[in-house]
């Protein structure tokens, strides 16, 4: 993946400075895994591991003109796993359930030395920014003839971030979200839909120093025009 052109360029009306060094990241990925139906082929169950090699990332670092510059982060890595069940609990009645698994951390930066000392997640031995080490989704579905519903869940864990202000702050805190849909046929060519998100009105941030929305909702109508 090549740095994009406000990386490499920088931005300075947004704080940015240019580096016109920057490399291409490159990454080293492979997985193996398996699926197994069971229950008359009612249930599934997979699980995938998975390993990936990076090199030279592009992350985003204060200069001591107080700008931010980005720079290539030599070396780092993530493994885990991930599994999932997904069946029907009736015959319109669907469920599909995840985990994810995470391990994480910088290999190799050399831009980080005593001399010039980086942030504590940049440092060689800590975890990748923003990626939490336990995550999990929920899906559960009917589809009816003429409408359907479906309750989602998700937690995502604790993770690594940063304030980039000095407040001091590693991390942001795990969270729960709940989500809910519905649907009807108004027709063989019209269905009506409603989502609420964020059911429980949660107060999160997916990104430090970026709060979610709180509970929310959206209705319309989907329209197909030809086919059969």
């Known amino acids: 993946m090549v740095p994009a052109l406000y990386e490499t360029f920088g931005e300075l009306a947004y704080g940015y400075a240019p580096n016109h060094g920057l490399l291409p990241v490159r990454t080293r990925a492979f997985e193996a895994g398996f699926e197994q139906a069971f229950m008359g082929g009612r249930w599934a169950f997979n699980a995938t591991y998975f390993n990936n090699l990076f090199h030279d ?3 985003a670092q204060p200069t001591p003109t107080g700008v931010y510059q980005f720079f290539n982060l030599e070396e ?3 493994q885990g796993a991930e599994a999932e069940l997904r069946g029907k609990i009736r015959s319109r009645l669907l ?3 995840a985990y994810t698994f995470t391990s994480d951390q910088v290999l190799a930066n050399s831009v980080c030395t005593t001399a ?3 942030s504590s997640f940049l440092t060689p031995g800590y975890p990748l920014i923003h990626r939490p080490k ?3 989704t929920e899906l559960l579905s009917y589809l009816g003839n003429r409408w359907g519903g479906n309750l989602s869940g998700s937690f995502v864990g604790r993770r690594p971030d940063s304030d980039f202000d000095g407040f001091g702050i590693d991390h942001a805190a ?3 979200r709940v989500d809910l849909g519905g649907w009807y046929a108004v027709q063989r060519r019209v269905t009506a839909y409603v989502n609420v998100s964020n059911a429980l009105d949660r107060r999160y941030n997916e990104v430090l120093g970026y709060p979610a929305l709180p509970v929310n ?3 319309g109508l989907r329209v197909r025009i030809g086919g059969e």
């Open 174 to 176: 795990g969270y729960v």
């Open 76 to 78: 780092s890595f993530a």
């Open 134 to 136: 336990h995550s999990a």
């Open 116 to 118: 010039n000392p980086c």
């Open 95 to 97: 469920l599909t359930a």
């Open 57 to 59: 990332e592009i992350e």
């Open 217 to 219: 909702f959206r209705a």
